[in-house]
Structure formats: structure tokens, C-alpha cells
């Protein structure tokens, strides 16, 4: 996947031609022959993203050049600064951060200095919401934009509010957790016949929305989300996580990217029970979803420094409060 994820983050520059392109493309999709009807579709798709430009949204300059930065080792902090003080939103952006009660006390006089306040990890979060807000500002008759953005914020404070309990946080759990379904997005504007289907068969059998994609498709938004992240540039642990956040295996160790998958399947789980209301009776829901066979493999890790804290209502309520500012409440 590596080679894969090198080469789709290639297609932003131009540097491959484009039967290169589809063959990239079409590696990234399940290609398991399941029938004439699903090959087909597979097919159409593959050749949709790989040859319309406007098929997938195209990364904002300034957060593709972020992401090669965060990619390197060894890269310093006026390094970051050139690329952010050309966007004058986003350094504006982290300015009222380091302003805030957070960082109270602290001072600086320059970008840089900012910069090792703030850390890389508040970087990768305050670059993401503009950049996603940007690229789908277009809304789409057979999509939930506020749901997809409010599920989105949701599942990603999520994910970091779990992660941080068994590690340091990097900025790349809440990037994997808005992400997570940005597949349907581009499913729903790239197939719109299909995805108005899956969605009624979800509405009327309920169940796993994942399991009906695959069924009726032989692919899911989980490779079409991997899909983006790659083509957006971001890093190959969050590409993978995606891939799998439906069906998280081989989870050995806090630092793979199956355990930010795992996790992300969690915090999904948790956020189908908030909806756009409010969590009832969390304590209970929080522990039955933790004894649930799919997340045995989370009480095999090394265990967090105290109990395994889920505040859904705060989580929840950081949500509303994010989408409320972004204006898609």
C-alpha cells in the first residue's frame, strides 16, 4: 500500500499519465470479480475518478504542502512558517489558538515562535476543517451535508479524546476521524443512483450501512475514504486506518494504524447513539459496546493510566459547538 499511497499523492503534481492514473486508482478498490453487474460498476468508478478533474475534490495548496512537511523528519519550525503566514486564514486561525486560555501565558513575537507553541499536532487540526469546507462546499441533493459534518467532528474528537489515554496524541487521530466517511460523499457524487439505493435498503432493513455497500456494490466507502486521504496527500497510517475501520484486525500495539482503525470503529459506534440529540444513559451503552466480541481486541492493549474514560456528552457538545462555528448547524 505504501507504493500505492506514493504514486495516488503523485497524481496531485501531474507527474503520471493518465492510464498511470487509473491504474493507480483501480488499485485501491477491491477487485474480487463477484459479478459481471458489480465489475462493471467498479469499473465506471475507477474511470469516473481517474479521468473527471472534478471528481474528487482537488487538496488546498497551502494544506497539501503542510502535509508533505508533516511527512519529513528533521523539518523546522520557519520551515511550517513559510508555507502557513501564505494563508492568511490559517495563520489567523492559530493565532486566536495561541491566544487562547490554553496557552495562556504564553508568549511570542513571530510565526515560528508560534509554531513551538501551539506544536505540529494543533497544526494538522486547525489546517483539516477549512481545508474539508472548502473542498465540499457544494452541496449534493441525495447528501446530509450538516450530518456529514456534525458525525465527522463528532467521531474525530472522539477518536482523540480514546487515544490519548494509551498514547500521545499526533493530530493525526482527529484528521482520521473527520475523514472517516468521506467516502460516502464521493460515492453519492460520483454514484448517485446507487448510493440513493443503499441508502433506502439501510432506512428500511437497518444493520450496517458497510455491509449493504458491499453486498451491492463489492466495494465501500472505507476504499473510496483511503482513496482521498491518499490523493490529498495525508499520511499512509491515516489511509490505512480508513481502509479498515470497519473491519479492524491484528491489532498489536497503540502505534499501528490498526489501532487508530479499531478506534475509529468505536467512536463510530458511539456517535450512532448520540445522533444529533443526546446520549442516554452513557455509562451502560459505553460498557455494552466494550463488551461486544467486534472490540475484544481493545482489552488486550496495555491498559490505559486509569480507567477508560468516554465523555459522549462533552464530545457531543464540542461537536455542536464546532459546527455551529463552521455554519453548517
Known amino acids: 500500500m505504501e507504493n500505492s499511497l506514493y504514486k495516488t499523492q503523485k497524481l496531485f503534481l501531474g507527474t503520471v499519465t493518465p492510464e498511470q492514473r487509473l491504474a493507480v486508482f483501480s488499485s485501491w478498490m477491491p477487485n474480487r470479480k463477484i459479478s459481471p453487474q458489480k465489475d462493471a460498476l467498479r469499473e465506471k468508478l475507477v474511470e469516473t475518478l481517474s479521468q473527471q478533474k472534478d471528481s474528487l475534490p482537488v487538496a488546498d495548496p497551502v494544506f497539501f504542502k503542510l502535509q508533505q512537511l508533516l511527512r519529513q523528519e528533521n523539518v ?10 501564505s494563508d492568511p486564514m490559517l495563520a489567523s486561525k492559530l493565532l486566536s489558538l495561541a491566544h487562547s486560555a490554553k496557552y495562556a501565558g504564553a508568549s511570542f513575537a513571530t510565526i515560528p515562535e508560534l509554531i513551538t507553541i501551539v506544536g505540529l499536532s494543533e497544526i494538522r487540526r486547525v489546517a483539516i476543517l477549512p481545508a474539508i469546507k472548502k473542498a465540499f462546499k457544494q452541496t449534493l441533493p441525495n447528501f446530509d451535508h450538516n450530518l456529514f459534518f456534525f458525525r465527522g467532528i463528532l467521531v474525530a ?90 473491519e479492524p484486525a491484528s491489532i498489536h500495539d497503540c502505534e499501528s494504524p490498526m489501532f487508530l482503525a479499531g478506534i475509529i470503529y468505536l467512536a463510530e459506534q458511539l456517535a450512532s447513539l448520540c445522533g444529533h440529540g443526546r446520549l442516554e444513559n452513557e455509562a451502560r451503552t459505553t460498557q455494552e459496546l466494550l463488551a461486544q466480541p467486534a472490540m475484544a481486541w481493545i482489552h488486550d492493549l496495555p491498559a490505559p493510566n486509569r480507567t477508560l474514560n468516554i465523555d459522549m456528552p462533552a464530545n457531543l457538545k464540542f461537536a455542536k459547538e464546532v459546527v455551529a462555528m463552521l455554519g453548517h448547524a
Not at 446507487?194 to 455491509?211: D, M, N, V, W
Not at 463489492?218 to 475501520?245: D, E, M, Q
Request: proline share 2%; hydrophobic share 40%.
Open 76 to 85: 523546522g519550525a520557519n520551515e511550517y512558517a513559510s508555507v502557513i503566514e
Open 157 to 246: 474528537r472522539t477518536v482523540e479524546t480514546i487515544v490519548a489515554q494509551y498514547r500521545p496524541l499526533t493530530g493525526i487521530e482527529y484528521i482520521a476521524g473527520l475523514l472517516h466517511d468521506v467516502g460516502k460523499l464521493i460515492l453519492a457524487a460520483n454514484c448517485p443512483t446507487e448510493f440513493t439505493e443503499i441508502q433506502a435498503r439501510h432506512k428500511i432493513e437497518g444493520g450496517s450501512l458497510y455491509s449493504i455497500e458491499k453486498e451491492m456494490l463489492g466495494f465501500s466507502h472505507t476504499n473510496l475514504s483511503a482513496l482521498f486521504c491518499a490523493y490529498w496527500g495525508i499520511t499512509n497510517k491515516v489511509c490505512t486506518a480508513l481502509n479498515f475501520h470497519h
